[in-house]
């Protein structure tokens, strides 16, 4: 077998057979498939495409080629969720203990942020003391505890999709739906759990620019879950605005704790609970999204959602106090405002252009092993649809003192909204399901 040979048949648009991309794939890894012909191949599934059988196989195929993760040890039906990324994207810190206080085990891999999106364990490192590096035996037994673990991922899951990536980002080949599809499943799939809930994006802060985009990016994973026996649920919701009104590192720590207290804003509240809805269902935990939703927000008005929130701290570490008191987060000493310079409706809110404000104060990261700041951030304060007159604040950036870099975010800022003279149409955050 020769890979020459196996890039005509794809550039062709011949279906590649399940061994022939194994070999692909284990030419990667082991070195014995140079770069420039795999970025040969990866341009020509950009151009043909892949077959759902082929999708299923390429995913599997990256799967296996590190470590896999056996959840046996915990006990229930382990349920995994995963988002596309997109601004303000706190939803991890709200669902994981809200659905493990549901009864649902929640063993969570998370990463780190790159770019204008921040990462789940650089939110929770906000919290003092905690820490997401646990052994595996540590990890089961702590799920099988206290129902939730939220760890770093490993340096080996799915090292294929690594390579692969890191090929298609200079070759110009992200932008195709089964290279993205099989990335996402072949991490979740290592991963070990029995079923996966995918929140897909699209909009101005996500990947996926477009619903139809999200739709069929959301339909190819869930058709990979069949493929390979992983129940999978995609909900696909819109990242035109950052979600809620925080994006940063403590402050979105904050908004998370706030919606587990039963308040903070209401998207990111009814998105938490249609995730969360949908992996109780999954956990075999309700008959159906109407009966779980009744069980989380019973969970939120107990206080066992919270309650489970200190106890994934404790476990783990950091200051269980938190949950109770915001002000041991850990809070930059400047607040800038960025004022509307005329009256108007808030029309569009360009929320990659947020989150590079964000990460020009220190938030977010440039290159992958930059040092955050927990401390800053900003608040939106005028969102979509919202009225404004000359003067009003649209945002509050929390910068250090004295920081010059918080002229240039205040500006990135104040560029990232546009106005009308009438009320806009504002599309609703939610906009379908698929699985």
């Not at 019973?298 to 959602?305: K, L, N, R, T, V």
């Not at 701290?313 to 002000?327: E, M, T």
């Amino acid at each position: 077998m020769r890979m020459v040979d196996l890039i005509r048949k794809k550039r062709h648009g011949g279906e590649l057979e399940e061994r022939e991309i194994r070999f692909i794939i284990e030419g990667l890894v082991n070195g014995t498939v140079p770069d420039y012909q795999m970025a040969a191949w990866a341009m020509a599934v950009c151009f043909v495409g892949m077959s759902a059988r082929e999708t299923a196989a390429l995913t599997l195929a990256m799967a296996e080629s590190g470590d896999t993760v056996d959840l046996s040890a915990i006990a229930g039906t382990k349920v995994d969720k995963h988002s596309t990324g997109g601004v303000g994207d706190k939803t991890t810190l709200i669902v994981a203990p809200l659905v493990a206080a549901c009864g649902v085990p929640v063993a969570k891999m998370s990463g780190r942020g790159l770019g204008h999106t921040g990462g789940t364990v650089d939110k929770l490192e906000s919290i003092a003391g905690f820490h997401t590096e646990l052994s595996r035996e540590d990890f089961f037994r702590q799920v099988n505890e206290i129902g939730v673990a939220v760890i770093g991922q490993s340096g080996n899951i799915a090292p294929a999709d690594k390579k692969l990536y890191a090929l298609r980002d200079v070759t110009g080949t992200v932008e195709s739906v089964p290279l993205i599809a099989s990335s996402v499943m072949s991490k979740k799939i290592a991963a070990g759990a029995d079923a996966i809930l995918l929140d897909v994006k699209f909009g101005s802060g996500a990947f996926m620019k477009t619903a139809d985009d999200a739709r069929t990016l959301a339909e190819a994973m869930v058709a990979i879950g069949a493929q390979v026996g992983r129940r999978t649920v995609a909900v696909i919701s819109d990242m035109d605005q950052p979600l809620g009104r925080t994006v940063g590192n403590a402050l979105e720590v904050r908004e998370a704790i706030e919606v587990l207290r039963g308040e903070g804003p209401d998207d990111l509240r009814e998105l938490c609970l249609v995730l969360a809805s949908h992996m109780l269902v999954l956990g075999g935990r309700a008959a159906d999204a109407t009966a779980a939703r009744t069980q989380l927000e019973e969970a939120i008005a107990s206080g066992a959602a919270l309650r489970k929130f200190a106890d994934l701290l404790a476990a783990q570490g950091g200051d269980a106090a938190v949950a109770n008191d915001l002000s041991l987060l850990p809070q930059a000493e400047a607040r800038v405002a960025v004022k509307a310079a005329g009256a108007g409706y808030v029309a569009g809110i360009d929320a990659e252009q947020i989150g590079l404000a964000a990460m020009i104060l220190g938030a977010g990261r440039a290159e992958k092993d930059d040092a955050i700041d927990h401390a800053v951030g900003l608040e939106l304060v005028a969102k979509l649809g919202d009225a404004v007159e000359a003067g009003d604040t649209l945002a509050v950036l929390h910068a250090r003192a004295d920081d010059d870099k918080a002229k240039q975010a205040a500006a990135s800022v104040a560029a990232a909204y546009r106005f009308s003279p009438s009320r806009p149409d504002v599309q609703p955050l939610l906009q379908g399901i698929v699985g």
